[in-house]
Each structure stands twice: as C-alpha cells, then as structure tokens.
C-alpha cells in the first residue's frame, strides 16, 4: 500500500473522519477535554505485587514506543493470575476486558477448526483443497497442476508452495492490483482473490519448503465454510469458543468499532481498499479489508480471551482430542526443525524444549496496521497474552521486544498468586 506518514495530533482528525457515526464518544480522536479525564498512565484489572514485573515491563516497552493502549494477561497452572489494561495518555479507559484486534493470532484458531472438523470425521488434513474450492484460473490463464498436491495440511503448515518473499505478492496485501488485473470493485471478495491467485504459478512444490502465507489461511476460512455449511465467524464462535466460556470474540470490522473496542493508531495513511474512491485514510481504517482478513488476521478480542484461548491446547482441552492436539504439534515432512530450533505446526510456532526433561513452547504473534499482539505458551505452564493498538511509530524501535521483556518478567517472578480469576474476568 502507498503509506505517508501523519503526525499523532493529526492521527484523531483522521479517525474522526474515517470513522463518523460509528466511534464511541470518547475514542481515538477525542477531544483534549476528554483526554484530560484518564491519567496519563492508567492500568486496570487484577494483578498482585510478585507480578509487577509484568506491570513494570507493560509500562516500560508502551511508554518508550508512546502507545496508548495495551493489555496482559497471565495465566500459572491453569489459572488466571493477572488480568490488567493499561492507557498511556489514552482518550478512553483500557479494561482488561477491552478488544483489540489480534491479526495473525487469528490462524490458530482457523486452524483448530479444521482439525476439529477433522476430528468429527467431516474431512481429511491430507484433502486436497481442490476437492472443497473451485480454482478455477482467470480467462486466458492456467492453473498452476501443482495446486493439486496442495492439501489442507499444506496450507497450514505454509508448505502450500506460494513465496511472497520470492513474489513479493501478499495477496490479502494487493487489493488494488487484484481489483484492476479481474477488473472487479473494491472491496474485494475472498472469490476475487481465490480466482486470481488460481492463474498465479506456485514458488515452490507443494511439501519442500515453508514459506508464511497468509493467502494459505484465507483458503482455509473458505473450506470451513464449505465443509460446515456456515459462515466461517459462526462455526468458530459455536464449536471452538463457546464451549471454552469465550463469549467476547468476533470477526472485526474494518471502520466501525465493536462495543467494547479500542481505536487504533499508526503514524501512517493509505489509500482506501474499501471503494473505488482512492480516499486517504488512516492506515488502520480502510487500508486494508477486515472482511477479507477473517481467518488469516481478522479476529478482535482480549487478552483474557486470549489466555482463555491458548488454554484450548492443553492437555483435556475441551474442544480438541488428544489425537487432534498431536496434530498441532507435528513436525512438518520433510522440512523438519529450522536451523533456529522451531518449526511452524498448525497455527502455531513450535520450540522443541527438553531442558528439565521433554515440552514444547509454543508462540504466536500478530501484526497489521494499528495492531501488535503475542501469545505464548510455555513448557512449565505459565502463559501470556498481550495486545496493543499500534505497531508502529516515530521512535523507530521493535515491538518484537514485547517477547523478550515478557520472558524476562516471568523469570523474575519468585512466588505465583494463588488466586484464579477466570470467573471475574472471562464472563
């Protein structure tokens, strides 16, 4: 996408505009008076003092990359030990139970709905995703005959075969050529983008190499939906989310806001996908379509949900057997481990740990314009969650720290809280 950058006091006129009519009093371009009204530094929620580490590392890495809203939680053995939202000179209140979206921490949940429908005996990872979508190329074109070994395990893993690295083409990120090449509006459909992609030849053959792709898990949403016979949102939030008690969770919206939803921020705009109108927006309203992100980066929820969530994986996991919990966690043939030591499963990053005998850590974080989000599972059974509503900004530092700084918080916890606060939080 085209990108200038827009100064932070200009940031609220931009989403004043882009969102009119649909913003909550109080949100991201408020006025100062309203401002005014939260400290400049405000954390809610439920926390105890042998975590303040994690406190004192929210506050540190938000307040260095001047981002207004963030969010933890913590879970210990099982149990919710911190819940907290955090504002950093923020026009509204950051609950613990405010929604962020979360990006790319939306595959693991596509993925789990696969191998659930797996598991109900509705499909086979080793399908081929021809035998559920139509991929048929574009008059004039043909279709790469490699898309036939391309099967459902393949796309989850990313060893479906497409390289964006090498194509540098992220067709979730393309919107405008895809529009133009089909000569379609905006905003695209998930079959606009299925049927280009169909004429696009493949990297690498499907199984030998992995390769990130978000296109993969956009296929993924649409088998769902073939297989299930109903919106993809829908067989996620029935199968997978209400029988863990999560109850927050949905598809976002590209403008409009959830109740409950926080606004977002970036120091950049872009041009609209959303219409035909070549409109500037603020990068996260309209530079890209929530709608065709659902089930590669479009889901919005808590930290707590979040938590909640991660909690799916775990051993007598109430939506998950452990046959479709081994599938998570199996290393992908025949590329193996990476030289880092991880591999990619089915939605999540895998590190192999046997220090103290055999486990795993298992990971996943999530980026798009406006958004920063992380989920890690740890071999010990400690967990995390954090989401914040930026992930960009004029100090230039990583928000890949967030890792880091969260790893170093926990190891310096000496005594865990021994209270559970899932029912305080979670309904």
């Given amino acids: 996408m ?4 827009v100064s932070r006091r200009s940031f609220g006129k931009l989403v004043g505009a882009a969102g009119a009519g649909t913003l909550a009093a109080g949100a ?33 890495f938000m307040q260095a990359r001047h981002i207004s809203a963030g969010q933890l939680a913590v879970t210990y053995k099982g149990r919710l030990v911190l819940a907290r939202g955090y504002g950093n000179d923020s026009p509204e209140t950051i ?8 990006a790319s921490l939306s595959k693991s949940l596509t993925a789990a709905a696969l191998v659930r429908l797996a598991q109900d005996g509705k499909l086979s990872l080793g399908d081929p995703i021809g035998k559920y979508l139509n991929l048929t190329a574009p008059a004039g074109q043909a279709a790469d005959p490699r898309l036939a070994q391309v099967s459902l395990w393949r796309i989850l893993q990313h060893t479906g075969g497409w390289d964006r690295d090498l194509t540098r083409f992220d067709p979730v990120a393309k919107d405008l050529v895809i529009a133009r090449s089909l000569g379609v509006p905006l905003e695209l459909t998930h079959a606009d983008v299925i049927r280009f ?8 053959d499907p199984g030998s190499y992995v390769s990130y792709s978000n296109y993969g898990y956009l296929l993924a949403g649409r088998v769902i939906e073939a297989v299930s016979g109903q919106p993809y949102e829908t067989y996620v939030r029935q199968k997978l989310l209400a029988p863990m008690g999560i109850t927050r969770m949905a598809n976002g919206w590209s403008v409009a806001r959830h109740s409950g939803e926080v606004g977002y921020e970036s120091q950049y705009t872009g041009t609209t996908v959303l219409d035909n109108s070549g409109a500037t927006v603020a990068s996260p309203y309209g530079s890209f379509s929530m709608r065709l992100h659902d089930a590669n980066g479009g889901w919005i929820a808590s930290a707590v949900d979040l938590a909640r969530w991660a909690s799916a994986f775990d051993t007598g996991s109430p939506i998950l057997n452990s046959t479709s919990l081994g599938r998570f966690w199996a290393v992908p043939s025949p590329t193996g481990v990476n030289d880092n030591g991880w591999y990619y499963g089915l939605g999540w990053q895998v590190r192999p740990v046997t220090t103290g005998g055999t486990g795993r850590n298992t990971w996943h974080t999530g980026s798009l314009p406006g958004t920063y989000s992380i989920v890690v599972r740890t071999y010990h059974g400690l967990s995390w969650a954090a989401v914040f509503n930026r992930r960009d900004d004029e100090s230039g530092l990583t928000y890949g720290d967030i890792d880091s700084a969260l790893w170093a918080a926990s190891r310096a916890v000496t005594s865990w809280p021994t209270h559970n606060l899932w029912s305080t939080y979670l309904a």
Avoid: C, K, Y
Avoid at 2 to 5: F, P
Avoid at 28 to 46: E, F, K, M, S
């Fill in 2 to 5: 085209n990108r200038t950058r």
């Fill in 28 to 60: 991201l371009g408020g006025t100062r008076a309203q401002a005014a009204l939260v400290p400049i530094w405000a954390a809610t929620g439920t926390t105890a003092t042998a975590l303040h580490p994690f406190d004192n590392a929210m506050r540190t």
């Fill in 95 to 102: 609950q613990p139970t405010s929604l962020f979206r979360v």
């Fill in 197 to 204: 992609m169909s004429g696009q030849p493949l990297s690498h």
